[in-house]
């Protein structure tokens, strides 16, 4: 996947090989075949082997933020397992970036984060000093692990998902360890690395 920053720079592969994905405020945007609904994907025989141009409203922006960084890797619960594995065999600090809602904090993420540092912490991780934010997020996680689905139910990004129908992807994403891969950015495109 090569993933942009903006819908400019994705139009720019039109009639390329490569299939062309951009979101924006949870819908596909006019003009494209697909945006980041990972069920659209999912089993889909005009996807499977293709790269993809992908450009969303938030995790693009984030990652076009970041892409300097020395390893930029990208994880959510269905690679939480496999993620803090593959950051512990790094052996290098790590900094966890958080996608995200235009720009601002959302909950789930944030819960992500929190889970995601909690899995490290458990494998011989220790807090930066100065880390109330990790701090935030763990502690929102550690309220909310018993049933998250249930915590988020009045967050923002659930409730502007549910008005667009996307009940079967809020499902989806919040469920733990369903592959075993971690994308990687590498030379500008996110290469998956089994773990």
Not at 16 to 31: K, M, P
Not at 67 to 90: H, K, P, R, Y
Request: proline letters at 3%; charged letters at 20%; one cysteine or more.
């Amino acid at each position: 996947m090569i993933p942009v920053a903006t819908i400019d720079e994705a139009k720019k592969h039109i009639g390329s090989r490569y299939i062309l994905a951009a979101e924006r405020g949870g819908e596909v945007v006019e003009g494209f075949s697909y945006g980041n609904s990972p069920l659209s994907y999912q089993n889909n025989p005009e996807v499977v082997g293709k790269k993809l141009v992908l450009t969303t409203t938030n995790g693009t922006q984030a990652i076009a933020a970041a892409e300097d960084a020395a390893a930029l890797c990208v994880g959510a619960f269905s690679n939480i397992t496999t993620l803090s594995s593959w950051l512990v065999n790094q052996q290098k600090d790590v900094m966890i970036l958080c996608a995200g809602w235009k720009s601002r904090l959302n909950l789930e993420d944030t819960i992500f984060a929190g889970a995601l540092t909690r899995l490290l912490l458990n494998q011989g991780f220790a807090l930066d000093i100065d880390s109330d934010a990790a701090l935030t997020a763990l502690t929102l996680y550690e309220q909310s692990k018993e049933d998250i689905h249930r915590f988020l139910e009045p967050s923002s990004h659930r409730q502007r998902l549910s008005k667009l129908n996307l009940h079967d992807d809020i499902e989806y994403c919040l469920k733990w360890d369903t592959t075993s891969v971690v994308p990687v950015l590498i030379n500008g495109e996110l290469i998956n690395v089994q773990v």
